[in-house]
């Protein structure tokens, strides 16, 4: 009886155990694809801001964790000229840095970002609650089965990246086009 009571003790404190550990881990999982696709502008970049081409997947809005618990979005090519002036010692590739920022394995000091055009905002707790498919349905027009615009007309800021955040989480990839106002919201294959 005594054994028996200590075995079960030992499983409940092992599986108590192992939900703090899965806990404690980030949630966040960037597609490795697209992380690879990303750092491919440190080859043709190499820290000059002012390139004469820039690639698509430069452009495209990035979100990252801050020290503060705030969030961040900002484009690729930005988050590649942070990885040099900052991060290039600690980080043998911009992959290695990308993986890890991207993943919210890292948080970024706000004395970092201040001289980029980026957008720092919260979390909005009702938006991040509900399923992809409702944010779909009542903020997104949908324009094909990979593709969505997003217009973000009279919602508050927190609001309009939490929407474009958690389509981030669901591997689609985020432009803005300034022309029309709109995000683009394409599914990453």
């Given at each position: 009886m005594k054994s028996t009571l200590k075995i079960n003790i030992k499983i409940i404190l092992l599986f108590f155990v192992f939900i703090l550990n899965s806990?404690?881990?980030?949630?966040?999982?960037?597609?490795?694809?697209?992380?690879?696709?990303?750092?491919?502008?440190?080859?043709?970049?190499?820290?000059?801001?002012?390139?004469?081409?820039?690639?698509?997947?430069?452009?495209?809005?990035?979100?990252?964790?801050?020290?503060?618990?705030?969030?961040?979005?900002?484009?690729?090519?930005?988050?590649?000229?942070?990885?040099?002036?900052?991060?290039?010692?600690?980080?043998?590739?911009?992959?290695?840095?990308?993986?890890?920022?991207?993943?919210?394995?890292?948080?970024?000091?706000?004395?970092?970002?201040?001289?980029?055009?980026?957008?720092?905002?919260?979390?909005?707790?009702?938006?991040?609650?509900?399923?992809?498919?409702?944010v779909e349905k009542q903020y997104l027009k949908k324009v094909n089965e990979e593709t969505f615009y997003f217009y973000p007309k009279d919602n508050a800021l927190n609001q309009v990246q939490t929407i474009l955040y958690k389509m981030y989480l669901d591997n689609y990839l985020i432009s803005f086009d300034d022309y029309t106002g709109k995000y683009v919201i394409t599914k990453f294959k």
């Amino acid at each position: 009886m005594k054994s028996t009571l200590k075995i079960n003790i030992k499983i409940i404190l092992l599986f108590f155990v192992f939900i703090l550990n899965s806990c404690s881990k980030s949630k966040i999982h960037i597609n490795d694809t697209l992380i690879k696709e990303i750092s491919s502008i440190d080859k043709s970049n190499k820290g000059d801001l002012t390139l004469s081409y820039i690639t698509e997947k430069a452009t495209l809005l990035l979100y990252l964790k801050l020290e503060n618990n705030k969030m961040l979005c900002i484009n690729a090519l930005e988050l590649q000229d942070i990885y040099s002036n900052y991060y290039k010692n600690n980080y043998k590739t911009f992959y290695d840095f990308l993986y890890d920022a991207l993943n919210q394995k890292i948080n970024l000091k706000i004395n970092q970002i201040t001289k980029y055009e980026t957008i720092i905002f919260s979390l909005d707790s009702k938006i991040i609650q509900v399923s992809n498919h409702h944010v779909e349905k009542q903020y997104l027009k949908k324009v094909n089965e990979e593709t969505f615009y997003f217009y973000p007309k009279d919602n508050a800021l927190n609001q309009v990246q939490t929407i474009l955040y958690k389509m981030y989480l669901d591997n689609y990839l985020i432009s803005f086009d300034d022309y029309t106002g709109k995000y683009v919201i394409t599914k990453f294959k």
